[in-house]
């Protein structure tokens, strides 16, 4: 599959099972900005007819800030954030302009478990899957050739070509968790 990053930078690599080196995805690795962002809603936006208000605006920055951009935000999660920039912004403005970003292109929602769907940036041409924590509910984004490489395998045994797909899996980290955003008692573990 296209846009892939080569799986041999060991800087930030993880070892697994047989000593192969898994590579969580890098922050630089997304290709849109905050500007972008406005920018592409804002398109959007005169084309549907609709306003390119300034509460809209905000939820956008606060959902592309790079400082945030790799967490895959809740509406309730990026509620938040919006509020603590701007308490004026209530929910249902929140909920709407995520909508908007979804419809735009700009953000796709996920199942990665929970009630909740989660968001993130959608970035044409790249390429990641997720694993989930199941004891604090942390996302990593990681990227694995070997998997990548076996999915073509089956599919075209089967007689398939692969447009598009989504993994997700769910564990448990061992006793030296180091997932950022891990929410487990530092003290339990």
Same mark, same amino acid.
């Given at each position: 599959m296209a846009g892939? @990053? #080569?799986?041999? =930078?060991?800087?930030?690599?993880?070892?697994?099972? #047989?000593g192969v080196l898994s590579r969580p995805r890098e922050t630089e690795a997304y290709s849109v900005d905050v500007s972008q962002a406005l920018e592409k809603l804002s398109e959007y936006l005169s084309k549907q007819g609709l306003k390119s208000t300034s509460q809209?605006?905000?939820?956008? /920055?606060?959902?592309? *800030? !790079? =400082? @945030?951009? $790799?967490? $895959?935000?809740?509406? =309730?999660e990026l509620y938040g954030r919006v509020r603590a920039r701007d308490p004026k912004i209530g929910y249902a403005?929140?909920? +709407?302009?995520?909508? %908007?970003?979804? *419809?735009?292109?700009?953000?796709?929602?996920?199942? %990665?478990?929970? +009630? @909740?769907?989660?968001?993130e940036v959608? *970035? !044409?041409? @790249?390429? $990641?899957? $997720?694993?989930?924590?199941? =004891?604090?509910?942390?996302?990593? /984004?990681?990227e694995e050739e070997r998997i990548e490489e076996l999915q073509d395998e089956v599919a075209t045994r089967l007689g398939f070509s692969l447009s598009d797909h989504r993994m997700v %899996?769910?564990?448990s980290p061992g006793p030296d968790c180091n997932v950022p955003g891990c929410e487990r008692d530092v003290e339990a573990r």
């Open positions: 892939r @990053q #080569d799986a041999t =930078d060991e800087t930030h690599a993880v070892p697994l099972a #047989d809209r605006r905000v939820v956008t /920055e606060v959902f592309f *800030d !790079p =400082d @945030q951009i $790799h967490g $895959h935000p809740t509406v =309730d403005t929140v909920y +709407r302009t995520v909508k %908007l970003l979804v *419809d735009s292109g700009l953000v796709s929602p996920r199942n %990665l478990g929970g +009630r @909740q769907t989660r968001y959608e *970035d !044409p041409g @790249q390429h $990641h899957d $997720h694993l989930v924590c199941v =004891d604090c509910g942390a996302v990593v /984004e990681f %899996l769910y564990g």
